[in-house]
């Protein structure tokens, strides 16, 4: 089995290629700018040049993007798009035409073409090929996708997604898609190139994806509290038996020290309520059930040791599954293609 696993972050893709023949602490792995920042670069650099920009491709994640484009017409430059890449900056077309951005299939004369998409399966293969490496037909990739919520927060609709997987068993497997639901752009579009490709997909969130990663680093199934500390986004999970019980997720940048104690300790007693963090400017928290108490907590992600060792998680101790934390979440990748082939059979 050879399988390319990719874990889109806010500021990061992280990269590992999986084999069987070869152990994690061997394997071929690469931590890269995600795309959004690689895209927002280059509209900045168009900016400073003086060139309307124009944006075309799949939707994808926002963020440095998004706020490039931003700058670019605060500077009095056109903003040009096709839908489907101005869909990254707000599920309604028309909110993104009231920005400014001009919504449009051909790209206008003189103004520089910029590709969107959350994976650059060209880039990558030129990578591997300076290895001497052939990029695998089986490809795994995790993104934060929000949902398509044209007049609802999407935060609301990201969470929903989460909770219905929660509900249907919570296991490793009902966060990943070999078909992702149809609200779920982001996943579809990268679904999309890799087929267009010719490659084999698996989509997951990353959050989950990060929180079953870190899981191999458990002494064993007994409740432990696992949390992502990413770039954008903090999730905070209870897993037990193998199946996530209780979750929240928060922007890493609002979460103080006295926030996340909080917000931990009512998790692991079942009170956080949805409302608790989604007023707060999160994303939101469910509780199926509380499976009794926490013997252990990681913490993982590459905003970690902004929190760990801190007073409001004592005894917390850094996940770093087959010797590296930047591949957590592309290990609960692979678990979750290895679990899907096995179902499949």
């Known amino acids: 089995m050879s ?5 889109v972050g806010a500021g990061t893709q992280d990269i590992l290629l999986y084999s069987d023949e070869v152990s994690l602490e061997g394997s071929t792995k690469m931590v890269l700018p995600s795309q959004t920042i690689l895209v927002g670069n280059r509209i900045n650099r168009a900016r ?7 944006l075309q ?13 931003r700058w670019h ?3 009095g430059l056109k903003v040009f798009a096709t839908p489907s890449a101005a869909a990254t900056i707000n599920d309604n077309l028309e909110r993104v035409a009231a920005l400014g951005v001009t919504i449009q299939e051909e790209a206008p004369i003189g103004a520089q073409v910029i590709e969107t998409g959350d994976i650059d399966i060209a880039a990558l293969d030129r990578a591997l090929q300076i290895f001497d490496i052939d990029l695998p037909a089986d490809m795994a990739v995790a993104v934060q996708d929000h949902g398509f919520s044209p007049e609802r927060s999407n935060r609301l609709v990201r969470f929903e997604h989460l909770t219905d997987a929660i509900r249907s068993g919570g296991r490793l497997e009902a966060f990943a898609y070999r078909q992702p639901p149809a609200a779920m752009t982001r996943m579809l579009a990268v679904q999309g190139a ?13 959050g989950p994806a990060a929180i079953f990663g870190a899981a191999l680093d458990l002494p064993d199934e007994s409740p432990a509290l696992i949390i992502n500390f990413g770039n954008g986004h903090t999730v905070a999970a209870i897993l037990a038996e193998g199946r996530i019980t209780a ?3 928060h922007h890493t940048s609002e979460l103080s020290l006295e926030k996340l104690g909080q917000f931990t300790e009512k998790l692991c007693n079942g009170t956080l309520k949805s409302s608790d963090v989604f007023e707060d400017g999160g994303h939101g928290t469910y509780i199926d059930s509380v499976p009794g108490e926490i013997e252990t907590t990681l913490v993982t992600g590459p905003r970690r040791q902004a929190f760990l060792g801190s007073g409001a998680l004592k005894g917390a101790k850094a996940a770093a599954p087959g010797g590296d934390m930047m591949i957590t979440g592309c290990i609960g990748l692979v678990n979750a293609w290895k679990r899907k082939e096995d179902l499949w059979r």
């Open 3 to 7: 399988l390319l696993a990719i874990d």
């Open 48 to 54: 400073l040049a003086g060139r309307d920009v124009f």
């Open 57 to 69: 491709g799949p939707t994808m994640g926002g963020g440095a993007s998004t706020a490039a484009v």
């Open 73 to 75: 017409l605060a500077a």
């Open 194 to 206: 890799l087929l267009g490709a010719g490659i084999k997909p698996l989509l997951m969130d990353t």
């Open 247 to 249: 979750i929240f997720e």
